[in-house]
């Protein structure tokens, strides 16, 4: 395994308990860590790129301890947050040589060839000379996961990387992280989109408050939803009634009704059939019966 976490915890001087005892190996490939805002997603992706210290608990990345050789996981880690920024006084090719000399790149022939070859790779070659705060916002996350690539780290850290990009794009930026995975590192995306990770990664989590609600593969969450998706044909004036005692997962007009999924143990006074459930039903029904958390009406 890539990453090691033993019984970590985040108590914040407010009293919030924003990680609660959390344990789960991570392995190279691609990571989904899914869960609603508050979760703990952010809290524990900021302790994982060494922003934050726990409160306790152990953490192993690529053989070091994260408490005590914090400089050796940031030479081997690149860091995508959901809040990345540019300077507005920089090109593209200009920010991007920027972040590979910080990282450690002190040989100008080489740096311009690299930034050039990941300029390329990510698709941005041919606006290398915009200056980083006019590209577009696909454009801007593209060239986020350039600086985090740039001096080629073993682990990677992406914020809610497509929150606000366009479905075109947001196909884009995923496809370009399948690629990166497939060179023997480690990818954790985190993300509240669970399309995200049902189209890219092979293991996931699901963090709910700041607890571990689920660990593995996606498949095995499907699984427990098998059974529990149905289908129904309503008229207009009874969708209010459904959505009040069902989560519904889509509403598609029909003739003068309406065809609606909805996630439930069984469905009573409606007829309804069995439909196959995908990962978003399989959320839902996690956050509906496990969790508790879906809000009704």
């Known amino acids: 395994m890539s990453i090691s976490i033993r019984s970590l915890n985040k108590i914040y001087p407010n009293g919030n308990h924003a990680l609660k005892d959390i344990s789960m190996d991570i392995p190279t490939g691609m990571f989904g860590l899914l869960g609603p805002n508050g979760a703990g997603k952010s809290t524990l992706m900021r302790i994982l790129v060494a922003l934050m ?19 050796e996981v940031r ?24 972040a590979a000399r910080l990282s450690g790149m002190n040989n100008s022939k080489q740096r311009r060839q690299a930034v050039d070859t990941m300029l390329d790779s990510v698709g941005l070659f041919d606006v290398r000379e915009r200056y980083a705060n006019r590209l577009s916002g696909g454009m801007k996350r593209r060239l986020g996961i350039a600086q985090a690539l740039i001096h080629n780290p073993k682990l990677i850290i992406v914020d809610e990387p497509t929150t606000g990009l366009d479905p075109e794009e947001r196909i884009r930026f995923r496809n370009l992280l399948s690629e ?32 571990l609600a689920f660990l593995g593969d996606p498949q095995d969450m499907l699984k427990e939803t098998e059974g529990k998706v149905w ?22 007009p029909s003739g003068t009704g309406w065809e609606v999924q909805v996630v439930a143990d069984e469905v009573e006074g409606f007829q309804a059939e069995p439909y196959p459930p995908n990962l978003e039903h399989a959320y839902v029904y996690y956050m509906e019966k496990k969790l508790n958390r879906w809000v009704q009406g």
């Open 53 to 71: 210290e726990p409160t306790s608990g152990e953490i192993n990345i690529f053989g070091y301890d994260i408490l005590k050789q914090r400089k």
């Open 75 to 98: 030479s081997i880690l690149g860091y995508l947050p959901q809040d990345f920024r540019f300077f507005a006084k920089y090109k593209t090719y200009e920010f991007l040589d920027y």
């Open 180 to 211: 990166i995975s497939k060179k023997d590192v480690s990818i954790i995306l985190s993300t509240h989109i669970v399309g995200d990770i049902s189209s890219t990664c092979n293991h996931m989590a699901l963090m709910n408050n700041g607890e």
């Open 231 to 252: 289908r129904l044909k309503i008229n207009g004036d009874e969708l209010p009634l459904i959505d009040k005692k069902y989560p519904v997962i889509t509403t598609i």
